[in-house]
């Protein structure tokens, strides 16, 4: 049942090169969207016909379904949910500095970082800003692909303590990137620079930095995609790509793909997977196919949610820090995590309709389970089965170098995640 193209590594390259930023991944997945004839949900969107495509945004975060002709006020949903964020640096909200004769800006760690990784690339910056425009606030995107941004680690021959412990750095003093000499201009009159505003309008801004390496095909064979932000911008756009493919023949759930902002620290937000975002849009489908109680009740008790996020695959050097009865392989197929401690939200349950989806779909699927030894991270599930109330499943593509600035996954499980999300979606 495989099918190749538009969920292949290669394409998904571009995604991932156009989304330095939660908000840019977002207007990414909008113009896939727009072109499949999906259209925005509006604050009017109840008064009009439920059937068609339909998105909604919020910043980061975006819902997107298909209510066909047959869909009615308890058909189920399937819901596919991932994150737009990543671990990064971002900046502060006074961050001009200099020191030594050069200009730097102060950043914030986001998520959890592997610091390390950030050291000695040529970093660009993007974001939002809100200025003011004729006396209201108004958004901007910006996106500056030059490399004006540097963290440099210093020499080796300066550093006593790497020689006898490794590298260990300070976040609020060893991460300050350098931008310039000490002419720089400050930070709020290059934004207005960026966007031809006057410094003045510049209210605010969530700027970040991003790694300008393109995401590439590597290996001897290409068989590993590497990139910034796998994790988890890639199950964003597999999943879009699924909920696309099951557009025009839409099963008896209602398919719904769930972009989440947030999650890297904690979901907690008005567009995180532990906030209502996601609950108002089911909520409004719901209540333009006039649905009751008892419908509302018999919908969930069907549903189900996959969270789509990344999985560890098992690391060739420190094999010791995994499970030795559920090694995890790179272009091994979908990963179904569990964890007793709901870490992650799969239970037997929805193990199985998983597992039956991937046999359905003819690929093979792993499963991931921590080291008792050793501390489990954990994702949306829990949070969105928290809030909604739907059973959920953990699953995601295999990958190596979690949280680093720069991520590597198999460049064949893409694909094989995608049709087993198109399965479920079109149930």
Known sequence: MQTSGWSSARTLCADLDASPTPYHAVTRAIEHLDAAGFHEATETWETQNPA???????????????????????????????????????????????????????????????????????????????????????????????????????????????????????????????????????????????????????????????????????????????????????????????????????????PVVALFDHEEVGSVSTTGAASPFLRRQLERIWRVLGASAADVYQSCAKSLVVSADGAHATHPNYPERHDPEHTVELNGGPVLKVNANQRYATDATTAARFELACRRAEVPMQRFVSRGDVACGSTIGPAAAGELGIAVVDAGIAQLAMHSAREMAGADDPQRFADVLRVLLGQ
Request: hydrophobic residues 45%; glycine residues 8%.
């Open 52 to 254: 068609g495509r339909w998105y909604f945004r919020d910043g980061g975060a975006l819902v997107a379904w298909v209510v066909s002709a047959d869909h009615h006020a308890s058909s189920p949903f399937r819901v596919v949910g991932a994150h737009t964020d990543s671990p990064n640096l971002r900046i502060k909200p006074v961050p001009d500095l200099e020191s030594a004769g050069l200009s730097q800006l102060g950043v914030e760690v986001y998520g959890g970082a592997l610091t390390n990784s950030w050291l000695d690339r040529d970093l660009g910056l993007a974001g939002r800003v809100v200025a003011v425009e004729a006396g209201e606030p108004r958004t901007f995107l910006f996106r500056d692909n030059r490399p004006i941004l540097r963290v440099p680690q210093l020499a080796i021959h300066l550093d006593e303590d790497f020689r006898r412990s490794g590298l260990n750095l300070n976040r609020q003093r060893h991460l300050v990137p350098v931008w310039s000499t000490g002419s720089a201009p400050t930070f709020t009159q290059y934004l207005a620079d960026q966007l031809s505003l006057d410094p003045e309008a510049v209210l605010s801004w969530d700027a970040m930095a991003f790694d300008l390496t393109p995401a590439t095909l590597a290996g001897l064979n290409e068989e590993f995609l590497v990139s910034a932000r796998i994790d988890n911008q890639l199950s964003c756009f597999v999943a879009l790509r699924s909920l696309v493919q099951v557009a025009d023949e839409p099963g008896p759930s209602i």
